[in-house]
């Protein structure tokens, strides 16, 4: 197998590795997504990918290795979390239900979160990043916003977060699966609102 | 195989059919709970029972219908949410949090909550029994509460209830996950009183 000429896929035209890498990191998103970490194989990834599977194997070595690559979120999302400490204090729950909800529309963003919460039960990494994602990115951000108990609001908001897209994007339940953005927004600002800084009652 | 003569299993103590289907029962909701559909085999199913593999065919059938059969939540637990809708309007929420929490705290359902949400990306009957706990249950509670948009906070409430499993019991993040039931209830219930019965804000 040679990197300086790597099948041209399904489309016949000839790719280069960078194309190709990225070809594959697609595919592979995209099957983690729809079918969790199990049934994506090498070959179901390849095939839609349009290459040999020699060539994931090549590119991205072990299974684990290739979710580990292709399941990082952007880190810009993570920070852009962080950084709404900036900003009305009484506007926090909107401005962190933009951001999530933005995340989630974002196609990228979107097969990486749904990717991982249904590799959770499968894939020791998978349930470390759902982990991660219920409680390590909000906690930045509850731990900078000088409230009591940051670690109980981040998990509670992070329920929020996993939840949400549990219900729109895995098991599809109406009216929250097509519910457009700005309202689903809407409807979760007031919860992000309490939990991140109004009194826990308990 | 001979049903008035089951396979005595581990123990060595012969047991009756209805022992025997029960543990059957048993194993396959822990089965399904702690590595999902894909992963739970009828032999694997029989071995925590301590029976032979063919006796699990022979109670039960195909995997679809042992999951079928064994992943049905007490019937109590639905009819519990809808008889809520009795008593003081402004303690609903802790009413509602008092119901879930005892459902998770339950063994069985827990069993039964966990395997529906693990095996929720790998069986339709899963996805669609997840689906069923995020609105259906509890949209006939709200249908009964003479809200606006039942549909919409049923869908909400939902979204605690299956955000919070996952959490608690599937990825166990602390301090969600070792959280005593008193209280997560403090918790949950102003969230639950306000997606519930309150202004939804959109």
Redesign the interface.
């Given at each position: 197998m040679s990197m300086s000429s790597p099948s041209g896929g399904r489309s016949g035209r000839r790719r280069g590795t960078t194309q190709t890498r990225e070809a594959i990191a697609l595919a592979a998103q995209t099957q983690f997504a729809e079918?969790?970490y199990?049934?994506a194989t090498f070959r179901s990834i390849a095939t839609a990918a349009g290459v040999d599977p020699a060539l994931v194997v090549h590119f991205f070595g072990s299974k684990e290795q290739l979710f580990h690559e292709v399941m990082k979120l952007p880190s810009g999302l993570a920070d852009a979390l962080v950084g709404l400490v900036q900003g009305p204090r009484d506007e926090i729950g909107r401005r962190v239900a933009e951001v999530i909800v933005a995340g989630f529309e974002n196609p990228a963003a979107q097969r990486i979160i749904v990717g991982r919460?249904?590799?959770?039960?499968?894939h020791p990494e998978a349930?470390?990043l759902?982990?991660q994602a219920?409680?390590g990115d909000l906690a930045r951000l509850t731990a900078a916003l000088d409230v009591d108990r940051p670690?109980?609001r981040a998990?509670?908001a992070?329920?929020?977060?996993?939840?949400?897209a549990?219900?729109r994007y895995?098991?599809?339940?109406?009216?929250?699966a097509s519910m457009p953005a700005p309202?689903l927004i809407?409807?979760l600002?007031?919860?992000f609102q309490?939990?991140l800084v109004e009194p826990?009652?308990?």
């Open positions: 079918v969790g199990d049934r919460i249904r590799s959770a039960s499968q349930a470390e759902v982990r219920v409680a670690d109980v998990v509670l992070g329920v929020q977060v996993v939840g949400t549990l219900a895995v098991v599809r339940v109406e009216p929250l309202q809407e409807l600002a007031p919860t309490r939990l826990l009652g308990a």
